[in-house]
């Protein structure tokens, strides 16, 4: 009989009790490992003094009890500057939902907006439609007669609904009360607009040629228009009167 020392029968031991230890203990902290993960703890020979250990499979083994117990670090907000939300890749993320912070700038752009057009229809005094004032007549002489005269019935009452439309258009607008078909109104008389100024002037060199007296005659109307026709489909946003209307028939809806 081959004589072993107790130094190598002790070695035995150890490798002989950590093969059939060591599966049950990756078993209980990684339950749901693959079916293979037993058999590849496993291939371990104590016929001789050498140890074939698979290294692949024990490899793979070893990276899946390291996911389960150690989950893969992530940079809280906490950590995200001013500087990475400037340059990161939050630089070319378009904001597909408007609430919270995202529509705080609708406020300030929809009052602005609506004060302007206030401003707009008080043509000759205070208030709309003021009739038998140089600015009424002006209006009526020199743009509804000679660029809206296929319009039907007189041109004065054309320009008094013009002038009704954008003063009290503006108040609902900056007021954010019945919003969506004030903005359709104002959007209407915008566009009015544009094509009188387009008849009138024409493009004045767009986009590149240089405008005489620093007249930018068609752009005004046509962003005008533009912010318009967003509080048509949007809404009048936070702080507006619609919101609190729909927050009281939404809560009795439900």
């Known amino acids: 009989k081959m004589y072993r020392s107790p130094m190598t029968i002790a070695t035995m031991a150890l490798f002989a009790s950590t093969a ?6 990756m078993a209980f902290v990684a339950p749901s490992a693959p079916s293979n993960l037993h058999n590849s703890l496993l291939p371990i020979s104590t016929s001789s003094s050498s140890i074939d250990i698979d290294i692949n499979n024990n490899n793979h083994a070893a990276r899946y009890a390291s996911t389960r117990l150690l989950p893969p670090l992530q940079m809280s907000k906490d950590d995200e500057t001013t500087w990475d939300r400037i340059t990161g890749p939050k630089l070319f993320k378009t904001v597909t939902n408007w609430q919270g912070i ?3 700038p609708l406020v300030p752009l929809r009052i602005a907006t609506g004060l302007l057009m206030i401003h707009h229809g008080s043509e000759g005094g205070i208030g709309p439609a ?18 809206f ?25 900056a007021l954010g009360f019945l919003t969506r078909p004030a903005a359709l109104s104002l959007l209407g008389t915008m566009m009015g607009a544009v094509y009188f100024h387009l008849s009138a002037v024409g493009l004045q060199g767009f986009p590149l040629g240089h ?19 967003m509080f048509w ?22």
């Open 130 to 147: 003021n009739f038998d004032t140089p600015q009424f007549d002006g209006f009526v002489e020199y743009v509804l007669g000679p660029y």
């Open 211 to 229: 405008v005489e007296s620093y007249s930018y005659d068609f752009e005004e109307p046509m962003l005008y228009a533009l912010i318009f026709l």
């Open 20 to 25: 059939l230890v060591l599966p049950a203990t």
């Open 149 to 173: 005269g296929f319009l039907p019935g007189p041109p004065e009452v054309w320009s008094a609904i013009h002038d009704y439309i954008e003063f009290y258009g503006g108040i609902c607008l």
């Open 233 to 254: 489909f949007n809404g009048a946003g936070p702080l507006s009167v619609d919101s609190v209307i729909y927050g009281a028939i939404s809560e009795e809806e439900s």
């Open 102 to 104: 995202h529509s705080v």
